[in-house]
């Protein structure tokens, strides 16, 4: 369709093919300059009359006005292009005839597209996480948005925590193509948990066996950033903003994501996707534990302590090493959108299924994964450590722009495995500070990068984790205790699990001693604990001998990766004028 219509005072001529929407003006002397061309997989709706939906809704009833609305990228010159905003357009038509024609056929074009996007969504809003703000960013910010692309959404705010999980794990889930949470990686961690879960009671495979292989998810999650950690958001957005998530998720974007399943013995204790971390990470987060009223300052203020401490612990990690041929964490590469690490990756981890069904747009597929791959090898490295690290992704975050590890994949099917050994506290400093800058933190003496399939810890003779009854009930409890802080009864997978073993010995609830560890001592006691925790994706977990398995592209994000550009430091903080809202400077 092509006709000749106003924007404002000027004339354009508008053109909608099956793929652009675009609009030139008529105006020779400038025209190569004055084109906009949206693709029809990038309008998010259009309205009759002159319509605003941010901040607020308003509508201008006018007979020859229709107003589009499409993703527009960056909202000042130097914000990071990973920054999505609302582009909005009035146009005015000769009749009303004729604009019921062009907002008819706009309407066609987006149904045409409505197969690739997600049409109900099932939405848990944390109503405490990070500024508690999750209620207000939803009903502001992303509700009015999913309303104009005619998106329908369930909305549940939380009461407990786990309730999210509960309910992907045992409700009825007819009908949803995605679910959404609006809060930070705690809330994230609870739908990858239902999803991941729900997916492999439905396929009837065991989670607690570390050799299976996970059936994929297809029901796609989606971020709403609302927390004080946004990492997961951050690290496959490029930024933390709710408008620019949102509008990832109306286009119905989609990003495969490994996860990395954490077994202790035959117990499957909790998946992450950002860090599984010991030594430091694990001690910063047993610290900030502590001192919650702080907020989102906590981080900091027990990162200095952790610091201070300047402890390191012994262990044994023994890693099951990736094809160095494919790619390796020091071959100063990105994993950007459409990255070809993780496209190439998609062929090896699922060779039978369609190609199409892993392109970069929604759409719900059965695939299943290639198990044929044989195990290889276990290298084996002893020491004493400041911190181990295992990320299935680079962790960026706004604190460190290009992460734990910049070069990592998002969905490569490989983790990458960081130790480092015990050292000065000055130099220690250096690799933490390298983390905020662009040298390389791996060019250290005592740090070493492996990109890996499978990690497994254990600790000295004598300092193992017991298997005795007495201390499995103490982690149980230690675990119990902490779900029971947030206000919840239900027992997680591998609570439930434990506590069924302990049934199985004949030892009742009523019968928990209460026993003081180093488990969570952190820097209350004198005698500085030989043991440190683990600090999954920002949860201690109440094992210390552990196994990791990389699941690729387990799960599917509503995202599309890190557009070029995108959480760099492209933002020099005051040199230009950014409205506050680049990462920078939040
Ligand atoms: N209604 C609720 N009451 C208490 N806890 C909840 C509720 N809803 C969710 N939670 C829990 O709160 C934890 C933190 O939530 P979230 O990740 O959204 O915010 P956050 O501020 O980034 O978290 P953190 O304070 O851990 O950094 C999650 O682990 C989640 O399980
Ligand atoms: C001298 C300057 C020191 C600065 C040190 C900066 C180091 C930043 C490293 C960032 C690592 C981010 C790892 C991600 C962790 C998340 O998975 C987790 C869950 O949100 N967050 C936390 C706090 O554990
Ligand atoms: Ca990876």
Wanted: proline content about 4%; overall charge neutral.
């Amino acid at each position: 369709m092509e006709s000749v219509l106003r924007v404002g005072k000027k004339r354009y001529r508008v053109i909608l093919n099956g793929i652009h929407f675009s609009w030139t003006e008529l105006d020779k002397k400038n025209r190569d300059k004055k084109t906009v061309s949206v693709p029809v997989s990038e309008l998010i709706g259009v309205e009759k009359g002159r319509v605003e939906i941010l901040p607020q809704k308003k509508v201008e009833e006018s007979e020859q006005h229709f107003t589009v609305f499409s993703v527009m990228r960056g909202s000042c010159r130097s914000s990071p292009s990973g920054l999505w905003s609302v582009g909005r357009t009035e146009f005015y038509c000769s009749s009303r005839d004729h604009r019921d024609h062009w907002v008819t056929q706009l309407k066609t074009a987006l149904a045409a597209k409505s197969g690739m996007r997600p049409q109900r969504l099932l939405v848990f809003i944390n109503p405490y996480g990070g500024k508690k703000k999750g209620v207000q960013i939803y009903r502001t910010l992303a509700s009015p948005l999913l309303e104009l692309a005619g998106i329908s959404a369930h909305v549940v705010v939380t009461e407990r925590a786990n309730q999210a999980r509960d309910h992907i794990l045992k409700k009825e889930l007819t009908g949803f193509d995605g679910v959404v949470c609006v809060g930070g990686d705690g809330m994230f961690s609870e739908l990858l948990h239902g999803v991941i879960g729900r997916t492999q009671q439905e396929a009837g495979l065991s989670e607690h066996d570390p050799t299976v292989t996970l059936q994929p998810c297809n029901l796609h999650i989606g971020i709403i950033p609302a927390g004080s950690t946004d990492c997961v958001c951050f690290a496959t957005v490029g930024v933390n903003d709710p408008v620019t998530s949102t509008l990832h998720i109306i286009i119905g974007d989609s990003q495969p994501l490994d996860v990395c399943s954490v077994h202790h013995q035959s117990t499957l204790v909790r998946y992450s996707v950002s860090l599984v971390g010991y030594g430091f990470y694990g001690d910063v987060l047993a610290e900030s534990e502590k001192h919650r009223w702080m907020g989102p300052l906590r981080y900091d203020y027990s990162g200095c302590v952790t610091y201070l401490s300047n402890r390191s612990y012994s262990g044994t990690v023994q890693f099951l090493p990736a094809d160095p041929q494919v790619s390796s964490p020091r071959d100063n590469t990105r994993c950007l959108s459409g990255c070809r690490v993780c496209s190439e990756s998609t062929e090896r981890l699922f060779p039978q299924s369609d190609a199409s069904s892993h392109t970069s747009s929604y759409s719900p597929s059965q695939y299943s994964q290639d198990s044929s791959q044989s195990e290889g090898d276990w290298v084996s490295i002893e020491g004493r450590f400041k911190c181990v690290s295992l990320t299935c992704m680079s962790s960026s975050c706004p604190r460190s722009p290009l992460g734990l590890s910049p070069a990592a994949h998002l969905a490569d099917g490989t983790g990458d495995l960081i130790l480092v050994r015990e050292t000065h506290a000055l130099g220690f400093l250096k690799y933490l500070h390298r983390h905020t800058n662009t040298e390389d933190q791996f060019d250290l003496p005592f740090v070493e990068v492996h990109r890996v399939r499978a990690v497994k810890f254990s600790l000295p003779p004598g300092e193992e984790d017991s298997e005795d009854e007495e201390d499995e009930e103490k982690q149980i409890e230690g675990w119990e205790s902490k779900t029971e802080t947030d206000g919840s009864t239900h027992k997680s997978m591998s609570q439930q699990h434990l506590a069924e073993k302990r049934d199985e010995r004949g030892m009742g609830d009523d019968k928990k001693k209460k026993k003081k560890s180093d488990f969570l001592c952190g820097l209350c006691c004198s005698r500085a604990p030989s043991v440190s925790v683990w600090n999954c994706d920002g949860e201690i977990l109440p094992f210390t001998e552990i196994l990791c398995r990389v699941h690729g592209q387990l799960v599917r994000l509503f995202a599309r990766g890190i557009e070029d550009g995108a959480g760099s430091r492209n933002c020099r903080v005051g040199n230009r004028k950014c409205k506050g809202r680049c990462v920078l400077h939040t």
